[in-house]
């Protein structure tokens, strides 16, 4: 059996604000450690379920937050920030299932650090489905077939993933209290939450479907300015819907979809507010 394991920062147990989720900010490095620590009491629920490997994609920011040297040794690690499926880099249909952990709520929604990829995204679509990275990272887990049998976050992520992908286990760490505010477990019975509902994941995998992507997939993201959109619609394919900022872009399939969001986001953080 394998698991594969995508580790975002803001809905890690006890990190409140930008402070822990930084690398310039002061609570950064105890962040980490925290996220680590998180991180392995996912892995060691996995390998006593019977997983044979566990593959952690490190998914924050510049993905180079996991301590490696405090990583369970039975996991391999993926870190680093160039890559082409980012949040999800190497999930494929060898996988048994798939676990979001340390997940938040999409932009525009109550939850704490709720957003999507960055600042200047407003929300996102693919055809009619409003969608963050939660979402996304779901349909791609689909795309290969794979369920997303688990998601860990705060409770605004959790109601999200729940709404989104039925029967899916979810494990609410904290609870938000508003975007820069939570009621959080101590980290301790955060862990043991998370081996207990990582192992009922596993055992009830059968029974959850993959997030099935639908063919020919619309992107469409909506940004705060226009200046953003109009950065984005630069990639070829694109096109500014008119009288919004929305930018369309229409995909082969999910994973080219997945590729042309984080273009079209990387480029819409060029634009200058002056």
């Avoid at 039925?166 to 998370?194: E, M, N």
Wanted: net charge negative.
């Amino acid at each position: 059996m394998k698991i594969y394991v995508s580790v975002d920062m803001e809905g890690i147990t006890g990190l409140p604000d930008y402070t822990f989720v930084d690398s310039a900010r002061h609570n950064y490095e105890r962040a980490r450690r925290i996220m680590t620590e998180e991180a392995n009491a996912i892995i060691r629920a996995a390998i006593g379920q019977g997983a044979e490997q566990v593959l952690v994609n490190d998914s924050h920011s510049k993905m180079n937050n996991l301590l490696v040297e405090e990583l369970h040794p039975d996991a391999d690690l993926i870190t680093g920030d160039l890559k082409a499926l980012s949040m999800v880099q190497a999930l494929d249909n060898s996988f048994d299932g798939a676990i979001f952990a340390g997940y938040h709520a999409r932009a525009g929604q109550p939850g704490v650090m709720s957003h999507s990829m960055t600042f200047g995204v407003r929300t996102m679509f693919i055809d009619d489905v409003e969608i963050g990275e939660l979402g996304l990272n779901a349909y791609v887990a689909g795309h290969y077939g794979v369920p997303v049998i688990m998601v860990a976050g705060d409770d605004c992520a959790c109601r999200e993933a729940e709404a989104l992908i039925p029967g899916v286990v979810t494990a609410a760490v904290k609870q938000s209290i508003s975007r820069s505010a939570v009621k959080t477990l101590h980290p301790k019975k955060a862990h043991a939450l998370l081996e207990v509902k990582t192992a009922e994941a596993i055992k009830n995998r059968a029974s959850i479907q993959p997030l099935v992507p639908p063919t020919n997939p619309t992107l469409r993201i909506e940004f705060t300015n226009y200046g953003q959109a109009e950065w984005a619609a630069l990639m070829p394919g694109c096109e500014i819907e008119s009288g919004t900022t929305i930018v369309k872009f229409e995909a082969k399939d999910i994973l080219e979809a997945y590729r042309a969001m984080l273009v079209m986001v990387e480029l819409a953080m060029q634009t200058k507010f002056c």
